[in-house]
């Protein structure tokens, strides 16, 4: 009735209050679509709590041997790859879910690279490389396939501990990823070799709440 009386006031008559109503919905639905962009465009900022048994992962990304036993204690160690490295991604596959978390313990010089759920071992591009930006120099390349690539970790030569050798890089360190795609993510060893020759990779499934049965 209010609409009939405002196409009224205007001269418009019946007939344009009938075409206006498509029109008035049309805009209200393109209103709704802009507040929906705009809510998308917040997404990386959603401060909702993440909670549950999935709501966090740990993993670890590389380990020390006890067999035959290691001693990490002399200091400073000498530069280089460290000795006793296991190139494990431990547990093979982890389960959040979307929105959760994981946290990466990494025990050694590794990188962590994550890929988008569809990715596959063989389809990670191992040939294309960037050189590591840190010392010490002449470690081996980095992997960096772009395609279908969301994260990469900190170049591990770039991370070192305290003076007096600031050659040696920091060996134990944790970086904390979050996943808001479902499905199954691919994560890799960027340190070339790591990757090729000792097939140091895991995955991370990501599922909803009723996806999960455990």
Known sequence: MERRKFFTKLGLGSAAAVVGAPLLARARQQS????????????????????????????????WRTNPPLDRHPYPQPAGPPPGNVHLVIPYQATIKVGGTVSFIIGGVHQIIVYAPGKRPSEVNAAMTRPSQ???????????????RLY??????????????PRNPLQDRVEVVQFTRRGRHLVICGVQPHFVNDNMYGWVNVVRDDDYRG
């Open 32 to 63: 709704k679509g802009s507040d929906d962009q705009q809510s998308q465009g917040h997404h990386d900022h959603d401060h909702r709590p993440v909670t549950g048994a999935l709501a966090n992962a740990t993993v670890s990304f590389g380990q």
């Open 134 to 148: 840190g010392t010490p120099n002449g470690l081996p390349p980095l992997i960096d396939d772009p395609v279908d």
């Open 152 to 165: 990469v970790g900190l170049d591990p030569t770039t991370v070192h501990g305290a003076e007096p050798n």
